[in-house]
């Protein structure tokens, strides 16, 4: 199976502050890599798919980048809103996998 | 709108079975693969299951493999989860999701249901 490794676990930021997540799959899986938000008590929503697209409707301060085994998730200007879990997830091969989260909090 | 809902969940015996359902709505249902995606309390996301937009192809985590099936019903939009032979650590909140894609499976899941919690405890 394909291990997915997030980094940080936990991280702590301001409004406004610009953040970066990453992730990193043990083998290579082009541009398949999914990330989701989830609030507590939710289901999880997708907002970026095949590494770098944002899925409709989702804010375009989202971004994310990446191919192969190396990805990041960027916000630019966190909102309040923003503070949540955030889950990368490979899309290669079954079984899919997701990395362990990142809790983003308030500074 | 695209909607969702599971049910069926609730307080299980270890050993004993549960099936849980997901009713899928403002979509052409048979035209999506789709999914179940647990989450223990507390944890992380766990994929559990796919099957094929016509029912004919699944995959199963090694975890429930053997234990677990999936199926659907397309005349009746509905996506199922048959859990046999229940353990301790099946206790989560299940999730029904769609694939995203529709021409060509995607791997990656919009939307989600809102869940439905199986306990399984003595």
């Known amino acids: 199976d394909i291990q997915m490794t997030q980094s940080p676990s936990s991280v702590s930021a301001s409004v406004g502050d610009r953040v970066t997540i990453t992730c990193r799959a043990s083998q290579a899986i082009s541009s398949w890599l999914a990330w989701y938000q989830q609030k507590p008590g939710k289901a999880p929503n997708l907002l970026i798919y095949?590494?770098?697209s944002l899925q409709s409707g989702v804010p375009s301060r989202f971004s994310g980048s990446g191919s192969g085994t190396d990805f990041t998730l960027t916000i630019s200007s966190l909102q309040p809103e923003d503070f949540a879990t955030y889950y990368c997830?490979?899309?290669?091969?079954?079984?899919?996998?997701f990395g362990q989260g990142t809790r983003l909090e308030i500074k | 709108q695209v909607q969702l809902v599971e049910s069926g969940g609730g307080v299980v015996q270890p050993g004993r079975s549960l099936r849980l359902s997901c009713a899928a709505s403002g979509f052409t249902f048979s035209s999506f693969s789709m999914h179940w995606v647990r989450q223990a309390p507390g944890k992380g996301l766990e994929w559990v299951a796919v099957i094929s937009s016509d029912g004919t192809n699944t995959y199963h985590a090694d975890s429930v493999k053997g234990r677990f099936t999936i199926s659907r019903d397309n005349s009746k939009n509905t996506l199922y989860l048959q859990m046999n032979s229940l353990r301790a650590e099946d206790t989560a909140v299940y999730y029904c999701?769609?694939?995203?894609?529709?021409?060509?499976?995607?791997?990656?899941?919009?939307?989600w249901g809102q869940g439905t919690l199986v306990t399984v405890s003595s």
């Open positions: 997830q490979q899309a290669n091969i079954f079984p899919i996998t």
């Open positions: 999701a769609r694939d995203r894609g529709a021409t060509y499976v995607q791997k990656c899941f919009d939307p």
């Open positions: 095949a590494a770098s």
